[in-house]
Structures are given as C-alpha cells and as structure tokens.
C-alpha cells in the first residue's frame, strides 16, 4: 500500500499516552517514528510504518538524529507529539535535586529540544503542528506538585508565545491538558505516603481517563483543517473535580 500521509514523530511512544497515540495514529496509515529511551519497546510494538530511535530527550541531537533518519524514508515531520514526561511527587522541601532538575529537563527542555528540532522546517515549509503535552497541573497548583506544577506552566508559556511569532507560517501549536489518566507516570514517585495519597483520587475515578482517550483528543486536534488551531484541549474524566 502507498502511504500518502505525513510523517508523525512522539516522543515517550514506549509507554502510556505517547504508545496509545503511536498505535492510533500508526491505524490510521500514517508513518510515524517513535522515541524514548527504552527502545526495546519500541521495536515491539506491532505497526507496521514505523522508525524506532533510542532517544533521551534531554539530548537535542538524539532528536534531530531520529527525526533526519526519518524525514529520508517518509518525507518531512508534519506533526510532533512532544509527549515524554516524568511526575516525581514531593513536597518541595523534601524532593531531591536530582529530582527537580530531572523534573525540568525532561518537562521543559526536552520540549524545547523537540519544538527546536522541527520549527525551521515547518515554518519553510508553510506547514505543519506541534502538540505538547501539558496538563491539568498547568492551570493549578496541588500538593507535592511543585515542580511538576512549574514545569507544565512553563510548557503552557513557551507553546503559547512560540504560537504567536509563528503562526503566520502556517504552523500550529496545540497545547493537551489532561487531568488523571491511567498510565506508568508513577512510577516515578517513590515516596510511598505521597504515592498512596494521589492514588486515592486517582482510584475514586476508577484510573481516570485511559490513554486512548487522549490519543483520540490528539489525532481530533490534528486532523482538523490546517486553518484551525485549537491552542488548548483540557480534559478531565467526567467525575474529576
Ligand atoms: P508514562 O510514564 O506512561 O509515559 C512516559 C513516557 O515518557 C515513556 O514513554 C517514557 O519512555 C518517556 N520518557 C520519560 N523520560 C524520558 C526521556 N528523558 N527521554 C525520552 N523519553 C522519556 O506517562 P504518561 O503517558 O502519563 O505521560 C505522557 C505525558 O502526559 C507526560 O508529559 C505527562 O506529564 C502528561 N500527562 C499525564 C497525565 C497522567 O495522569 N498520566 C496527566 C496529564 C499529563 P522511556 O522511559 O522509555 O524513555
């Protein structure tokens, strides 16, 4: 079969949002190319149009390696999906270091390395959209969120003023906030006291939202006519306060 649709790139394919979007998108027949670092899992997955790199997106030039071995196969990026993300919770005092820059690398940086990687491009080419993942904690602080809270506002800002100075080229920029979904991001907390109090919200929802319910937010978002940018989708299971 021809593949007449354009390429995809997400970031985080490997796991939760980024894997159900990856799948979605990949069904219906558009290429894409999937990062993150546990590339294993990326070459599992059963999809046929698909480049796989191991990718840290903290390091701008793994994404532009991933996105340049792509772009010969299927043609230029026309949608990225800057999805990868971690959700150390902590309260502030107590949260290492090591934890609040990580917070802020993979949050921050790593959606400036991928928004970095694919602008010029897209604003040459008169086309093309950058989705970012954000999130509920964008809109409000909570407990033990502090840097998570901090780096999805900034995620909000930068998406935001990148759309002003470059909506003129044609490109859009599309901000998803989803409240609770049920996916591994977890798994980066490992205070226990902290972990058993999320979860009581997270399981008086039954999970919350699944994670093909984003990807279907995404995949609507994108398929809409180029000329319409919806800037900002916040999501919540209905019986999320
Ligand atoms: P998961 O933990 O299930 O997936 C996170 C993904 O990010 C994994 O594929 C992981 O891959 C990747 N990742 C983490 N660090 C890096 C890195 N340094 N370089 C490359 N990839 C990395 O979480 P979700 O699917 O829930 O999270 C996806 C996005 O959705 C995040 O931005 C998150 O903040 C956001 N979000 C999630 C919500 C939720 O309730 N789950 C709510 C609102 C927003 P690997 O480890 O293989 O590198």
């Known amino acids: 079969m021809k593949l007449t649709k354009p390429l995809i790139a997400i970031t985080g394919a490997s796991s939760g949002i980024g894997k159900a979007t990856a799948e979605l998108f990949a069904a219906k027949g558009y290429p894409v190319l999937l990062m993150a670092r546990r590339v294993e899992i990326l070459d599992s997955l059963n999809i046929e149009h698909k480049i796989t790199a191991k990718v840290d997106v903290t390091d701008i030039k793994q994404i532009r390696q991933a996105i340049l071995k792509a772009e010969k196969i299927y043609g230029p990026v026309d949608l990225l999906v800057n999805n990868a993300g971690i959700m150390p919770m902590e309260k502030y005092v107590d949260q290492s270091l090591k934890d609040k820059y990580a917070t802020l690398d993979v949050n921050i940086k790593g959606v400036v390395n991928g928004m970095d990687c694919v602008l010029k491009t897209m604003n040459a080419r008169q086309h093309g959209t950058?989705?970012?993942?954000?999130?509920?904690?964008?809109?409000?602080?909570?407990?033990?969120?502090?840097?998570?809270?901090?780096?999805?506002?900034?995620?909000?800002?930068?998406?935001?003023?990148?759309?002003?100075?470059?909506?003129?080229?044609?490109?859009?920029?599309?901000?998803?906030?989803?409240?609770?979904?049920?996916?591994?991001?977890?798994?980066?907390?490992?205070?226990?006291?902290?972990?058993?109090?999320?979860?009581?919200?997270?399981?008086?929802?039954?999970?919350?939202?699944?994670?093909?319910?984003?990807?279907?937010?995404?995949?609507?978002?994108?398929?809409?006519?180029?000329?319409?940018?919806?800037?900002?989708?916040?999501?919540?299971?209905?019986?999320?306060?």
């Open 130 to 241: 950058i989705i970012n993942l954000s999130s509920t904690a964008s809109r409000w602080t909570s407990i033990d969120h502090a840097l998570y809270n901090g780096s999805k506002f900034a995620v909000n800002a930068i998406t935001e003023q990148a759309r002003r100075e470059n909506s003129e080229n044609n490109v859009r920029f599309i901000l998803i906030e989803p409240g609770i979904v049920d996916t591994n991001l977890l798994d980066t907390t490992v205070n226990k006291e902290v972990l058993d109090a999320y979860l009581v919200n997270k399981n008086n929802l039954k999970g919350g939202l699944k994670s093909q319910d984003v990807a279907n937010v995404i995949l609507y978002a994108y398929e809409l006519p180029q000329h319409i940018n919806v800037k900002e989708l916040l999501i919540t299971h209905t019986q999320q306060k």
